[in-house]
């Protein structure tokens, strides 16, 4: 698979301006898993007490005829997305919840249409929206149409509605300009000490290993890469990252910030593993940094440039767009930073 023609995109648009204003569409889709009525009326609400225009996708509260785990049948979830993408009056796609099902749908979109239909009426690029299944969706947006994402909590979902935190920063990510914007969890811990800047790609690991091979044949080099997973035995995260491993993904990181490990076992036996995969790459390596199925995660924002200085003494420090390292020394490690 080559690589594909360039959209013009500036895809650090929103590093001084915001992505939505009050008076933006955003367009629901649910390309993974089926919610229910009543989460859907209340993802709505959320969004249109920020000043925002909805509109949701047809097949939103599909079922399917068998798989009760996917929100419809393939053809109507693609659908969806891809309607939602080519409306000329769309400012951002949100996905309002995971699951399964993402995957699914990438080897039937037409790549060629969508970038035609990338920018919105103010030459900015749309903005996509999601977390976890949605993975496969910001690995496929990245390669095929070089735009920004949000990698962020999804509104259908209990945690959008329970968190105290969550709503506030999805807000705030959504309206206001990424610029400087500092992204570290209260829990972070260096785990290898360094410095590096690059792209900040990832998401969750399962659906990064099942791209491998799916979304591109060439490993982005040089990337910041965030992985983060839930509900994954220990073995199978090995296994996991065993993948990325082949595939060159691990050697070409700039570096790496790991998020919540949500229900995947004993945290001590989780970082042994982590530090086994990652440790040796003299590349900087951030440990529990909160994004992805915390309770109280996180977003992130995908396919735009970033710093991370992850000092041997001191608290680290992830900054959206700056482009040149924080201090002058980062402490062990700092020359292996690729960046």
Known sequence: MSAPATTGVDRHAYLDTAPLKPGDTVRFVSPSGLGSKESLERAVAFYEAWGLNVVVGEHVLDPHPRASYLAGPDEGRRADLVQAWCDPDADAIVCIRGGYGAMRLLDGIDWELMRANALRRDGRPKLLTGSSDITALHEAFRFHLDVPTLFCPMAGNDVFNEATTVRPDVQRWLMEPWR???????????????QASGRFTGGNLSLMSAAVGAVESAVPQGALCFLEDIDEDIYRLDNLLLQLQRFGRLDAASGFVLGS???????EAIRALMEEYLGHLGV????????GHDPEALSIPLNVDGVL?????????????????????AGAGSAGGRG
């Open 180 to 194: 400087d914007r500092e992204i570290t969890g209260a829990a972070t811990e260096v785990m290898v000490p360094g």
């Open 261 to 267: 490990w949500f229900r995947c076992g004993e945290p």
């Open 284 to 291: 900087p390596v951030l440990w529990e940094q909160g994004f």
């Open 309 to 329: 200085v992850a000092p041997a003494q001191g608290a680290p420090r992830l900054t959206v767009g700056a482009g040149e390292f924080l201090v002058p020394d």
